[in-house]
T-cell receptor, first 114, second 116 residues
């Protein structure tokens, strides 16, 4: 069964600092991985997805993630944080096949300090 | 705007009651997924429908049921409500349901259910 683990339920960075949100996956088959962002009182919005085409995936709003099979990781990064990046971020793995449901991690709440 | 519409946005009801949450998927999407988001359980997959048929079940209680209609909109019915059912309920849609492991899900803004 597939699963993802997000390390750190709360992360705080200063504006302009590097953002690093950690996600490790467990999967018996090659995984398809996603990062979603949830702003207050809104639904989840797709940031980026990994589908085995390239290990470094670029997403929206300057975010990117690198798939590292040896470390079973898919960490999300952004070189310079903006105040508008404050939100909750979810890593997810797809079960694929006929159901294609997403299994989500517990989320990381990112705070950006001025 | 994801194109997924959920109504109502907020719902307040009493224990023991029954409510219906509605979801209209993005135009052309055949699959609808329901998720429950609560502080203690996080985002939990409840159920998936594909073109009117149930495709997968997750952690859905027997008091809960769902269906997808011919026009592809979906309803989630919650009955005999308990305080612990208070949560944000999300609907998501995707274009297909078969072998679409790299198709992202598009989420609505959710229905916030409060059971008092």
């Amino acid at each position: 069964a597939q699963s993802v683990t997000q390390l750190g339920s709360h992360v705080s960075v200063s504006e302009g600092a590097l953002v690093l949100l950690r996600c490790n996956y467990s999967s018996s088959v090659p995984p398809y991985l996603f990062w979603y962002v949830q702003y207050p009182n809104q639904g989840l919005q797709l940031l980026l997805k990994y589908t085995s085409a390239a290990t470094l995936v670029k997403g929206i709003n300057g975010f990117e993630a690198e798939f590292k099979k040896s470390e079973t990781s898919f960490h999300l990064t952004k070189p310079s944080a903006h105040m508008s990046d404050a939100a909750e971020y979810f890593c997810a793995v797809s079960t694929g096949g006929a159901t294609n449901k997403l299994i989500f991690g517990t989320g990381t709440l990112l705070a950006v300090q001025p | 705007d994801s194109g997924v519409t959920q109504t109502p946005k907020h719902l307040i009801t009493a224990t023991g009651q029954r409510v219906t949450l509605r979801c209209s998927p993005r135009s052309g999407d055949l699959s609808v997924y329901w998720y429950q988001q609560s502080l203690d359980q996080g985002l939990q997959f409840l159920i998936q429908y594909y073109n009117g048929e149930e495709r997968a079940k997750g952690n859905i209680l027997e008091r809960f049921s769902a269906q997808q209609f011919p026009d592809l909109h979906s309803e989630l019915n919650l009955s005999s409500l308990e305080l612990g059912d208070s949560a944000l309920y999300f609907c998501a849609s995707s274009p297909t349901g078969a072998d679409s492991y790299n198709s992202p899900l598009h989420f609505g803004n959710g229905t916030r259910l409060t059971v008092t």
